[in-house]
């Protein structure tokens, strides 16, 4: 992609296009800086392709100049190497004395009075207060001192909503890893398997990914929920054996420069019974009616008013959202529920699913899917069914 860094995942033009779009959402908000907190928006404006579960990393983005990026110095020294396009100038390393320490001072602080250095001391300050802990916000705040700045939380999100054709290209990666590693999994379960076999299945598929595709780590590990006491809805897998005559759900997803493709199919053990064959045929007409209904022009809401339009009445009465838009590090943007009126737009992605929790009645399948101009393409290829596996 760059003949500086084969790490980098896309142009350095599309970089700059994506920083455009966000200058102009700045200055529509009356912002003249930016503090974007949120490392997967982080990743989607420098390439930027490492995680940081401890210390605090910061890009500043302004109206007319590069932006800067302030991390742990360990890691400013390799951001070339992790991905990041801008000039080494640009990126900025904080000692290690700032880190964990018990002193007076904190990263915050250095990233604090960096920023001041860079912006004037009337400028407009934003800042992506949802991704700040209690004790950044703080700190962070505190240190920025003069200035009073306003909370542009969904600013970076908002703009990240519509995917270029680079972007689902490796969402359709992921997909095909996604596909290839929920089959594995279904392939393990059995009467008497253990969960975390199946889960190790699934694992192993996405880290290795294909011959043309390159595996890596998962976006969040594999979900595996049913029988009578496997309910909680956002569980992993536990320590539990497959037993004959329930159903469960498989729900993974893989992952290309961090750009996920989530799906999820239910697996009964044994003959499925009546009720549960039933169960199934009306999530599938409500989906395919949420589906069809997803085409540019229409809303979040409207999606999730189509599905309930076909399974109220027939005596599924669902009280959470269907979906979520999809991307960077999984969730990215809006729900699909009748409380959100976000326009639908050619090219944003998807994250369609309906999970039902019962005792002994867990139930979901979903897909990642795009729009586009002629309506909604499924990128997952297995079957849209109730599978059954020897009870």
Not at 8 to 33: G, H, N, P
Not at 44 to 56: M, V
Request: aromatic share 8%.
């Amino acid at each position: 992609m760059n003949s500086r860094n084969t790490v980098q995942a896309f142009e350095t033009s599309e970089f700059r296009a994506r920083l455009d779009k966000i200058r102009v959402a700045m200055s529509d908000a009356e912002i003249d800086a930016l503090l974007v907190i949120s490392q997967a928006s982080q990743c989607y404006l420098l390439g930027y392709d490492s995680f940081s579960g401890f210390e605090p990393q910061v890009l500043l983005v302004t109206l007319k100049e590069d932006p800067y990026f302030v991390l742990r110095k360990m890691d400013a020294d390799a951001a070339t190497e992790a991905g990041c396009w801008l000039p080494r100038d640009r990126v900025v390393g904080y000692a290690e004395s700032y880190v964990s320490g018990t002193g007076e001072h904190s990263a915050w602080d250095f990233i604090a009075q960096f920023v001041k250095t860079k912006v004037s001391a009337a400028a407009s300050i934003g800042v992506e207060v949802s991704g700040l802990s209690a004790f950044g916000y703080r700190r962070l705040f505190a240190a920025l001192e003069g200035h009073d700045p306003l909370d542009a939380s969904g600013l970076v999100t908002s703009c990240r909503l519509v995917k270029s054709e680079r972007e689902l290209f490796y969402m359709t990666e992921a997909a095909e890893m996604a596909d290839r590693s929920l089959l594995a999994g279904i392939d393990k379960i059995s009467a008497g398997a253990r969960h975390c076999d199946a889960a190790a299945a699934i694992i192993s598929a996405v880290c290795a990914g294909t011959k043309d595709i390159p595996g890596g780590p998962q976006p969040y590990p594999p979900v595996i929920r049913g029988g009578t006491l496997d309910i909680a809805p956002h569980q992993t897998f536990v320590d539990s054996l497959f037993e004959a005559g329930n159903q469960y759900y498989l729900e993974c997803a893989a992952s290309r420069h961090r750009y996920a493709a989530p799906v999820a199919r239910t697996v009964h053990l044994g003959p499925a019974t009546p009720r549960r064959k039933s169960q199934h045929e009306i999530v599938m007409a409500g989906f395919n009616a949420a589906v069809d209904a997803m085409r540019p022009g229409t809303t979040c809401a409207d999606v999730a008013c189509a599905f309930q339009a076909v399974t109220r009445p027939r005596g599924l009465n669902r009280e959470a959202r269907i979906g979520y838009s999809v991307g960077l590090d999984w969730v990215d943007g809006p729900s699909l529920w009748t409380n959100n009126d976000t326009e639908i737009l050619p090219d944003m992605t998807f994250h369609v699913g309906i999970f039902l929790y019962e005792p002994g009645e867990n139930y979901a399948i979903s897909e990642t899917v795009r729009v586009t101009e002629a309506g909604a393409d499924l990128m997952s290829k297995v079957p849209r069914i109730l599978f059954e596996r020897p009870g």
